[in-house]
């Protein structure tokens, strides 16, 4: 038996290694520093949307205007998203 345990390898290392080597290579900010000004906007309109659903005031029915101005002018200078 003892010779058989030997020969039997550590899982447990191994997917300790595996899973460094995976958490190594992802960025959960890769997409903000790919497209920062479009992740900037996305995180604005959600934060209206947000702010609108969770209490209705007058403020942020007073700002919606100016997210729709902001997205138009986006898509005029090329920063919407766009479609593949």
């Known amino acids: 038996m003892d ?23 992802f960025d959960p900010l890769g997409f903000v520093k790919r497209r920062p000004l479009r992740a900037a906007g996305v995180a604005f309109l959600a934060g209206l949307i947000w702010t609108s659903l969770r209490r209705r005031d007058k403020a942020t029915a007073s700002l919606l205007p100016l997210a729709v101005q902001m997205a138009g002018l986006a898509a005029r200078w090329g920063l919407a998203a766009r479609q593949r």
């Open 3 to 25: 010779v058989a345990s030997r020969e039997k390898t550590d899982p447990v290392g191994e997917a300790k290694q595996r899973l460094r080597l995976v958490s190594a290579q």
